[in-house]
């Protein structure tokens, strides 16, 4: 088990590395201003809004409200619960200086913001594929987001994404077995 404890050791100080590059970037206003707005837009109330839109628009726009509310019925428990269970602190608990984030709660590990805006994706490319295709930028700087503003770190982020893929896919390929 020694090799166990290498290897997280490593990942660890990679983790970190990449974390204060990307952190870093937050010393220039314009990319700490921009960091901050793509945090907040991936807020919950947004997806709600986007949906509800598309809801009024079409029977996919429903089709695509139900599909996203079932899982974030069913994400958010689980992510909760992976919160609590990895109780890893935020990197915010590393900075000297100013932050540009307050938490809600202490742990970072995963990301639930890029948890939910790569669910919303991922299911909007379900019903809509050219929107999705077109926003899926905005998710990837949803992520890199929070690690500018130092809510997270690397490695919180991109199990989020995947978090937030795999939830999609396993909610779709259950729904088409029956």
């Known amino acids: 088990m020694v090799w166990l404890t290498a290897l997280q050791e490593t990942a660890l100080r990679v983790d970190l590395s990449w974390f ?86 202490e742990f970072s590990f995963p990301s639930g913001h890029t948890c939910a805006a790569f669910i919303f994706i991922t299911c909007l490319s379900y019903y809509y594929p050219m929107i999705a295709l077109c926003l899926l930028p905005w998710a990837c700087a949803v992520g890199i987001s929070r690690v500018v503003v130092g809510a997270h770190y690397v490695s919180d982020v991109c199990v989020g994404a995947l978090l937030g893929i795999t939830f999609v896919e396993t909610f779709f390929l259950i729904h088409s077995a029956f």
């Open 20 to 105: 204060a590059r990307i952190h870093r970037l937050n010393q220039r206003r314009w990319i700490a201003f921009s960091a901050e707005c793509f945090s907040r837009s991936g807020d919950g109330y947004w997806y709600v809004l986007f949906g509800l839109l598309l809801m009024l628009h079409s029977a996919d726009g429903q089709s695509f409200f139900a599909a996203c509310a079932a899982i974030f019925l069913f994400e958010r428990p689980l992510y909760w619960w992976l919160k609590n269970k990895f109780k890893r602190a935020r990197p915010t608990a590393l900075l000297v200086q100013k932050k540009l984030f307050v938490a809600q709660d």
